[in-house]
């Protein structure tokens, strides 16, 4: 398995949300390796979609990394507990990203369920901040370069384009009309996924 060139991230949210389905992404702790198969993705648009942290241009503290080249890692924290790991995608300058929102748990499985306190292995990384505590990811990896050998992505596994299944994103209702638009991407028949559909 090879690990994902930084041409692999130079490209829009869109695409890059949907080739993500299937590779490995991979984290190497103190406390050890964690590798789970992402199976479900949301694109972020930048300036033009609402739900975005980036909508209308804007930059600050928090979102500085997202206006950088593709292929560094976007952590943030919702509801005050919760970290949220995003690959930002793109040239320089246009600030989207993918939400990688659910993982199969592939290897340091134990260590995920010692981090997560639960044995059921679809419930490891079955959501954002759920799949960030199995991976041990926090906000310590903000800004940490994908290309690099802490926190990457493998190759994986191939999906093909009938096993890929498209939804309106998860709990972005306050974002007006982008709240229905279909960029939310999961491998179907996936047990792992976060939400059913």
């Given amino acids: ?4 060139p930084r041409t692999f991230y130079l490209r829009d949210s869109l695409t890059v ?3 993500l389905l299937g590779k490995y992404l991979v984290h190497v702790s103190p406390e050890g390796k964690t590798v789970g198969k992402i199976v479900e993705t949301e694109a972020y648009r930048g300036p033009m979609d609402a739900a975005a942290h980036s909508y209308s241009g804007k930059l600050t503290k928090r979102t500085q990394i997202m206006f950088g080249p593709g292929g560094y890692a976007y952590v943030f924290l919702i509801y005050g507990m919760y970290w949220c790991f995003n690959v930002v995608t793109g040239p320089e300058n246009s600030p989207e990203v993918v939400l990688v929102r659910a993982l199969e748990p592939i290897s340091g499985i134990e260590l995920m369920q010692q981090r997560r306190c639960t044995t ?3 419930n490891l ?3 954002p901040g759920k799949l960030c505590t199995a991976m041990g990811i926090s906000k310590d990896q903000y800004g940490v370069d994908l290309c690099g050998d802490s926190l990457y992505l493998l190759s994986g596994e191939y999906v093909a384009e009938e096993d890929i299944a498209a939804t309106p994103r998860i709990n972005v209702s306050y974002a007006g009309e982008a709240a229905s638009y279909p960029w939310r991407f999961i491998i179907k028949n996936s047990p792992f996924v976060s939400v059913k559909s």
């Fill in 17 to 19: 949300a949907k080739d």
């Fill in 125 to 127: 990384c079955s959501g």
């Fill in 1 to 4: 398995m090879q690990k994902l």
């Fill in 120 to 122: 059921k292995l679809t």
